[in-house]
């Protein structure tokens, strides 16, 4: 089990936060609901933070529950029930339906992890090193940034393309995943890319975002995020995203 953890989320801006953390003694999982288009029919009578909300409920239930089987045989389960749950009202073939990236850790034997979509894991090392987990196939797609709706509504949960939960259940089989000895590993750091901004667009260090993390709390970590978006502004897209941190010490120092 882990030591400690501790967890911040906070919207980025007046509308509803559609980033979720939920977590247990031995395991945190984040989400991140993918921001509906304007203008754009989902198919679905419910908006991202239902999906959010009902996919992380499953999955709490499956973790809290010490369900058997890896992470990605965890998140198949869970995307398929919550999709049963509205596949009656809704039409869950449509591809704008609402998705969300996942990432979680669980301690057992081992640590395990696992990334669908943009959220990373950061593991701090016992060497005093990190390693980034992270799923970068959205940002490898072709004609780079802005990518336009039809793009993502054709490459979204198909091959060459990447995967976020959505409806398919199979989507959880294409995960990043992996697992590391106890004794190779200080702590976790488990990031929506609200986050990952200090890294990806801001330069930051991933050692220094978990030094922060470790001394200074989640919170600090948001407030760090929201002062640089404020003094240099995005890269793309929104100015201030939802922004969720949490940190699972195991042992020894940070």
Same mark, same amino acid.
């Given at each position: 089990m882990f030591?400690?953890?501790?967890?911040?989320t906070?919207p980025g801006?007046a509308?509803?936060?559609?980033? *979720?953390?939920?977590?247990?003694?031995?395991w945190?999982?984040?989400?991140d609901?993918a921001t509906?288009?304007?203008?754009?029919?989902?198919?679905c009578v419910h /908006?991202v933070a239902?999906?959010?909300?009902r996919?992380g409920?499953a999955?709490?239930a499956?973790?809290?529950? /010490?369900a058997p089987?890896?992470?990605a045989?965890?998140?198949?389960?869970?995307i398929?029930?919550?999709?049963a749950?509205?596949?009656?009202?809704?039409?869950?073939a449509?591809? /704008?339906s609402?998705s969300?990236? +996942?990432?979680m850790?669980r301690?057992r034997?081992?640590?395990?992890?696992l990334? *669908?979509?943009?959220?990373?894991?950061?593991?701090?090392?016992?060497?005093?090193?990190?390693?980034?987990?992270y799923d970068d196939?959205?940002?490898? *797609?072709?004609g780079g940034r802005?990518?336009? *709706?039809?793009l993502?509504?054709?490459l979204?949960?198909?091959p060459g393309?990447?995967?976020v939960?959505a409806?398919?259940?199979?989507a959880a089989r294409?995960?990043?995943?992996?697992e590391i000895?106890?004794? /190779?590993?200080r @702590?976790?750091?488990?990031?929506?890319?609200?986050?990952?901004?200090?890294?990806?667009w801001y @330069?930051?260090?991933w050692?220094?975002?978990?030094?922060?993390?470790?001394?200074?709390?989640?919170?600090?970590v948001?407030?760090?995020?929201r002062?640089?978006?404020?003094?240099?502004g995005? +890269?793309?897209g929104?100015?201030?995203?939802?922004?969720t941190?949490?940190?699972?010490?195991l042992h020894g120092?940070?």
């Amino acid at each position: 089990m882990f030591r400690e953890v501790v967890c911040a989320t906070r919207p980025g801006s007046a509308r509803p936060n559609e980033d *979720l953390v939920i977590a247990g003694p031995s395991w945190i999982a984040v989400l991140d609901g993918a921001t509906a288009p304007s203008g754009v029919d989902s198919g679905c009578v419910h /908006d991202v933070a239902w999906l959010v909300g009902r996919l992380g409920g499953a999955l709490a239930a499956e973790l809290a529950g /010490d369900a058997p089987g890896s992470l990605a045989a965890i998140l198949e389960r869970a995307i398929e029930a919550t999709a049963a749950s509205h596949a009656a009202t809704c039409d869950l073939a449509n591809p /704008d339906s609402p998705s969300a990236t +996942v990432a979680m850790v669980r301690v057992r034997e081992r640590l395990e992890y696992l990334v *669908l979509g943009d959220s990373p894991v950061v593991l701090r090392l016992a060497g005093g090193g990190v390693r980034v987990v992270y799923d970068d196939r959205l940002d490898r *797609l072709p004609g780079g940034r802005p990518y336009s *709706l039809e793009l993502v509504r054709r490459l979204r949960n198909a091959p060459g393309g990447f995967w976020v939960a959505a409806a398919r259940p199979e989507a959880a089989r294409e995960s990043v995943t992996g697992e590391i000895a106890l004794g /190779d590993v200080r @702590g976790a750091g488990v990031f929506t890319d609200g986050v990952a901004r200090l890294v990806d667009w801001y @330069g930051r260090r991933w050692e220094d975002v978990l030094d922060l993390l470790a001394g200074q709390g989640p919170q600090a970590v948001i407030a760090a995020v929201r002062e640089l978006e404020s003094e240099r502004g995005p +890269v793309w897209g929104k100015r201030h995203d939802d922004a969720t941190a949490a940190w699972g010490l195991l042992h020894g120092p940070a």
